[in-house]
């Protein structure tokens, strides 16, 4: 299994530094792909059979990503194999009346994953370090202060007994632009595509170095952040199943012992 290393955010982390074309977890011909996807997507159903047996904690996954990355896509491919009753999800859009008459991080804590769960976030709470950064509805003191929050928020649940995983799926402008136009002219694809995406297309560069302030400024030991090269679809779908199932490997998830009485009993 290639490293991770290269793609894990630390305190000097440049995001032009990483190519968003990079297919360095994609190995062997398209076949041995499918084949290494599916084996994956298998291990990881029984890994999570292993952390609902254990009963003791949970997995968090945070998707972020400019439009069309493919944050769906990622959770269609990578988790195909597993037991829906094991896995939720959940799609942070724009607030609503309520959720904006709280704190931002309410709407948040209300879908973290339970014991034995894993819980992916499809967005998360990081839009609230994007959109009112790149619009200016905040102040740098203010992106500070959120930046503290998230950071706290976040040893909350892993000091709680939640494993975080935080993927940005990295694509380049091209590629986005390739991805809209197939939106508008496929029709079987067009319910996707709002023209707000065209509005958020002319500030990518504000967007990128949102991106870059803030998963530098939240990259932790306890709730890392990973650039995963999102060019090729195949490569974005490996790489987060190989990081998820290394993750929960390296957990040492156990059943819990099984009782002694069962021994030699037969059902009648």
Known sequence: MPSFKKYRVGSKFKLAAIDSADTTFIEGHEDTQRERLDALAVELDELQNLLH??????????????DTSGKDGTIRWVFSRTSPLGVRVTAFKVPSEEERAHDYLWRCHAAVPRNGEI?????????????????????????????????????????????????????????????????????????KFKLGDLDARKKWDDYQRAYEQALAATSSAHAPWHVVPADSKRHRNLMIAQLLVKTLREMKLKAPAVDSALDGLVVQ
């Open 119 to 191: 819980m992916v976030w499809n967005r998360s709470h990081y839009e609230d370090v994007l959109v009112p950064v790149v619009e200016g509805w905040i102040d740098k003191a203010e992106i500070r202060r959120r930046y503290a929050q998230i950071n706290d928020f976040e040893r909350l649940l892993a000091e709680t007994g939640t494993v975080i995983v935080k993927c940005m799926l990295h694509i380049s402008k091209e590629v986005q632009r390739e991805r809209l136009q197939a939106r508008i002219d496929e029709p079987d694809k067009r319910w």
């Open 53 to 66: 047996a254990e009963g003791r904690r949970k997995l968090l996954l945070v998707l972020q990503g400019m």
